[in-house]
DNA sequence: AGCGGTTTCCAAAACGATTTGGACGAGGTT
DNA sequence: AACCTCGTCCAAATCGTTTTGGAAACCGCT
């Protein structure tokens, strides 16, 4: 299969119009003057010998390669074959690569690369695009030093002042949710938090801290790992539920904490919603909130949509155009058996 | 943003350890012999300067950059903002990207690369996957030619004995939910079949014609071409239900088209799956299949295992590994209320 | 000494494009 | 006739690597 390419190369196409490689630049990248005749003649050279310049060496000269890097920050650490079940990440990922696509570019799904074992094409892209940033983001720091337009989708919790992310407006959402909770009958409300250190997670402690506090009651949180997945959320559901005081709503961060709570519910004998509500600030997509029995009311965060915002202003960047950064993204709260009496 | 970058290249390395940078270059790849001693010197001038070989240079001199593309055929001829709602391709996509990533490859979704607008990025991948090939496919015509790696996910209808694509297995999957429409009290099954060229479509028809000569009935296809959607299949599903002696089932090629052909019986009045049953031989992930009034039964084709093997396959062909081809690609009839009294 | 064989390293030539800094001739101005 | 300007074109340098084809030093052996 893999035999030694044959492409025409810019001299092969010089030699045939009877000029020099520079001219053949310059025809093709309308740099240079060259006289409209002479373009013609290059032109159809090139047409005949089914030229096409390589994109490689345009990229070395240049350093403009054509390529969006993405970034996905939760998916970095795990075993990824152990993630297919989250469809937030495929659904950005699918549509990013569309929007990128419409614009001119190709959008590549790369590891970080400042790990060791990265791939080293990953250095290549023009510009990256980061879900969801850590804390004192390295990759931020490294892109920030070496001058490489980047945004990220969510904040690095380290830099506030950062222009470079996008708000998912995460204390919205969370506040949204839990208020949801309460209308269903939730009067004492806990929530089970991840442990990543990201815009998501240290939004929705401190706004579960604050609407729990705006309500007078005392905040009861449990933290697992989104690694635990699914064990984590039922641990945490036996922690919650074994108190003396057990909370009769939980808030989760991610659809497998959320099944795992339910099933740590269920063991128990819980009614779900009327023993105890359940709801996840994210998901809903998943088959852990949507093929549950009952399903968990959980949020759309709308990955495509996001995606493609994400895409369009990163591309402005790296052509150097200052976009106007988006507010807050959109989301939408589906509700579903598990709040729902 | 877009200030100048100054990474450090290997000549600075070579500068700073005292060799030159062929040294240099040998001690990265291991490729020359490097004395120890010299080595160990060179790598700790590299982490000083926090130097990285350059992906480009080195694609540039080796002609491998460690991207592999993905072409997705039906994507190609639409606005592709119009399939956002097609999460089979956005599954396939994000699911093919992380076993890239695990390759140590970067994935990158690109046009076709043969088209005149195509982003020149396109032509510098390794290898390439497309789904769905269509018959004569140009793009195969051309990395054939140039002796690129490449897999099809779907046969190219023109070039049956090529070996360089993975089985979808269409005819079983158009036979089994044609069965399943009959046990649902289906005695008159017609077809939706769409237009392009491609495995998926021509199998489909030679199954259902097949299928319904075997039993001694005339075949009833219409065919509407995928872009018309959720339009086209209304109108075709007009044409069928207006007939002298209407259909009692129908059998859709697209989640769109099924969408319009329940559309359509609802506007005559007809039940659902009363008097029409309505099937769709994929897209049981899409909106249209699964939030439609009555949901409508199809096929999960399991895009993101199918995305999985595609990747092996191809990533082990680049590397001159010649992969046994696996058998026909795994699938699941999704039973719902269109067939289910 | 002379000779084959290792080991370790390097200079220079690729790779395929873009960019820089003129060369050359035609035409106009002084 | 000398001097500019302008429009076209080209030779050579450049981007950061890898690869090729030795060179230099050292070894043990005859």
Chains 1, 2 share one sequence.
Not at 176 to 200: I, Q, Y
Request: a negative charge; hydrophobic letters at 40%.
């Amino acid at each position: 299969m893999a035999g030694k390419r044959t492409r025409a190369t810019i001299k092969d196409v010089a030699r045939r119009a009877g000029v020099s490689p520079t001219t053949v630049s310059h025809a093709f990248s309308g740099n240079g003057t060259v006289a409209a005749e002479t373009a013609e003649r290059v032109r159809e050279a090139a047409r005949e010998l089914g030229y096409r310049p390589d994109t490689v060496a345009r990229g070395l000269r240049s350093s403009r390669l054509g390529v969006l890097g993405l970034v996905v920050r939760p998916l970095d650490p795990l075993d990824t074959a152990f993630l297919e079940g989250v469809d937030y990440f495929l659904r950005f990922a699918g549509s990013a690569a569309l929007a990128a696509v419409e614009r001119g570019y190709g959008l590549m799904l790369v590891p970080d690369p400042t790990r060791a074992d990265a791939p080293a094409v990953g250095l290549a892209c023009d510009g990256f695009l980061i879900t969801e940033p850590v804390e004192n983001d390295p990759l931020i720091t490294m892109l920030t030093r070496e001058c490489v337009p980047f945004l990220g989708v969510g904040r690095d919790p380290a830099r506030p002042a950062s222009p470079d992310y996008l708000d998912l407006g995460t204390g919205r959402i969370v506040a949204e949710v839990l208020d949801h909770l309460a209308a269903a009958g939730g009067s004492r409300v806990a929530a089970v938090l991840g442990t990543d250190r990201n815009e998501w997670n240290l939004d929705a402690e401190t706004a579960y801290l604050d609407w729990v506090r705006a309500r007078g009651q005392r905040p009861l949180a449990v933290r697992r790992a989104e690694v635990a997945g699914e064990a984590g959320g039922r641990e945490a559901g036996e922690e919650l539920f074994g108190m003396a005081e057990p909370p009769d709503a939980v808030y989760c961060q991610t659809g497998r904490h959320a099944a795992g709570v339910l099933a740590a519910a269920r063991a128990r004998g819980l009614a779900v919603p009327g023993d105890v509500r359940i709801a996840c600030g994210a998901d809903s997509d998943s088959e852990h909130t949507r093929s549950s029995v009952p399903p968990i009311t959980s949020v759309d965060l709308r990955p495509v949509r996001l995606a493609r915002t994400a895409v369009a202003v990163l591309a402005d960047r790296v052509e150097g155009i200052e976009p106007p950064v988006p507010g807050p993204a959109e989301y939408e709260l589906i509700v579903r058996g598990s709040t729902r009496g």
